[in-house]
């Protein structure tokens, strides 16, 4: 990105939404950041354009051979002022995923400049209302019209924007059940877990299906070597609260390293709690279910933030985590969180950015 | 696929180049076969329309999630003649793909005649030099324009078409090298690895640079589990000749299950071989590769069809086979595989679509 930035300018805009009656990720706004990469130029064309289809050849190598990586994080309002959370860790990981991929890399700085100038074009569709914000979407996808498996010669690299409800009101954080599936296996040390590759999602999905119909809203994964150490849940982290400490899996090469996560281990820290990243054998934690060891489960991720888990099934057995309500150090923590991500209290992490 | 077949004509059709020196999966014929998939009426709007680009949404599900599968296959001529080879396997094998990924299956038999349509209409570009065939790519992905981990609700079909090369003329099989891989893993038991979808491919990328700057041309994949097993290479499954019978690694769910190795299981079996199907542990294939038991080693799959292997590195010991040589017993199969494929042999299987 060597290049300045191009801005085209739209010729009309749309209608902003009710944002509270919008569906999750199917609304988009007014322009999207583009830009391309050529083995000769580099990331050289950076642009502001209109939101628009992509042309793609029909042997496009991403759509055959899948080298797609994205991000996601949220820009919050708080009056005049556009607030973003540790943006700069999401394009760290993003290279971190482009790097396995055999992808090139992205420049993380020009990155978070090209987002800061999207967002000032976008400013007015972050929305205002309680739990709503702006979903941001960077991701990187070979376009080389060339059927063979090899790295893609070429790659372009978009960010596009949608405003989202909440998932839950801010104090109304309802339990979510989970299903500790046995059979399917999402990654394994040595591949591509750690990554935010789109494979890895689609792989997902009939475990997803399969937990669905038995009546638990999302799956957690176990290992991929043993089956018995827990990983993650479909799209956040995980967490225990254990005789009043937090515990979380470590990462292992083939859980995804959420930032939710690494950011609610330093603020638990911070705010006195003990942490622990540590193995988790899956009958380990039955056992404290059981006997009460485990009094709160909550899921983190950029979506939900913090996800109360107020039901589990492992090998068959359902077990009933704190009454199925939400608990008070999941509560505490993500009311912390959030007031820090939309500017109510103050960060003493220098974790947000304000534009 | 209830809908009749449309045909929409190209304004002008491309000039036909010389396939001898085409790369291959570059250059692409004048149509394709497209259908598009909704929920209300399934596979709906077959048609076959001037090769053109796809205009994706910026949220695309295949981009973001990967929800993709595709298949390759290959049509050869011989005088007035176009010959397929088992085409129904791949749509079969389309269809496993397509149930893994939480995606809509196709009909296999309206499928075969969308193909052989399209097959009509392009006849002209199946070449008829040595070696050389017409590679067929037909691929399914989610179009849906959303942005949220669960299937998409819509989908296309396509099939494109692209002139290729020999990879080696018929007699001069080129003894390959390959690199037997201790950290990467490409697949597990409860994944995808059995499926042909898109995210396998760009997750194998990073172990197939490493061997190639070892010096090697091509990956050899352990199993995810014990990283002991042999699996498959890069696009091929792989066949040992050990004591003068041949061995490759059993299905388990993390390897593809070749249409080239059921054909040559099959036609080995057929001319007296005797053929084992089991677990390889790589420290057996070593040692018999050391005392001279195993005297042949040789890739299988559509691409190449059969590819002699020469050089060998287990953990970081270099074996070669059969004085870097082709093996009889690969040249035999090779040659009657090809005749087969070609129609210049009868075919005892019932293998060959003569168009
Ligand atoms: C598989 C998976 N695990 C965990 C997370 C949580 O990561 P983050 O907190 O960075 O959103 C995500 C993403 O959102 C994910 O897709
Ligand atoms: C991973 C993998 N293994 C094996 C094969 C061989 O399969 P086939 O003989 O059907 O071409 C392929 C595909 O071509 C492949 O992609």
Not at 122 to 137: A, F, K, M
Not at 284 to 309: R, Y
């Amino acid at each position: 990105m060597s290049q300045t930035l191009q801005i085209e300018k739209a010729n009309e805009l749309k209608n902003k939404p009710d944002v509270s009656t919008v569906q999750f990720g199917t609304v988009f706004t007014d322009y999207m950041f583009t830009n391309k990469y050529t083995p000769e130029y580099g990331w050289s064309e950076p642009s502001i354009i209109p939101y628009q289809n992509l042309q793609l050849s029909p042997s496009c190598q991403a759509i055959h051979y899948g080298q797609s990586v994205f991000e996601g994080l949220k820009a919050y309002r708080q009056g005049d002022d556009i607030l973003l959370f540790r943006p700069d860790e999401n394009f760290k990981r993003m290279n971190q995923s482009l790097s396995r991929l055999s992808m090139p890399e992205i420049n993380e700085e020009n990155a978070l400049n090209a987002l800061y100038e999207l967002l000032k074009v976008e400013r007015d569709w972050v929305p205002d209302g309680e739990g709503q914000s702006l979903y941001i979407r960077p991701f990187v996808f070979a376009d080389e019209p060339f059927l063979g498996v090899r790295p893609s010669e070429t790659y372009q690299f978009s960010i596009i924007l949608s405003p989202v409800g909440g998932y839950y009101g801010a104090t109304q954080l309802n339990p979510t059940s989970i299903y500790v599936e046995d059979d399917f296996v999402r990654s394994v040390r040595g591949g591509v877990g750690f990554a935010k590759v789109s494979g890895n999602y689609a792989a997902s999905l009939l475990a997803q299906k399969k937990a669905n119909e038995l009546g638990y809203e999302q799956v957690l994964w176990l290992d991929g070597v043993e089956q018995k150490y827990v990983e993650e849940v479909g799209s956040m982290n995980i967490f225990f609260v254990r005789d009043g400490e937090l515990v979380t899996p470590e990462l292992n090469g083939s859980i995804l390293p959420g930032i939710t996560r690494k950011s609610i281990i330093e603020l638990a820290k911070h705010k006195g709690y003990t942490v622990k990243e540590e193995k988790i054998h899956i009958d380990d934690l039955s056992e404290d279910l059981h006997n009460g060891k485990v009094t709160e489960v909550f899921g983190a991720g950029t979506a939900a933030v913090i996800a109360p888990v107020g039901r589990l099934n492992i090998h068959g057995v359902d077990y009933i985590v704190n009454d199925n309500q939400v608990g008070e150090i999941s509560l505490d923590l993500f009311n912390d969180l959030t007031d820090i991500q939309y500017g109510r209290k103050e960060d003493p992490f220098g974790w947000v950015v304000r534009l």
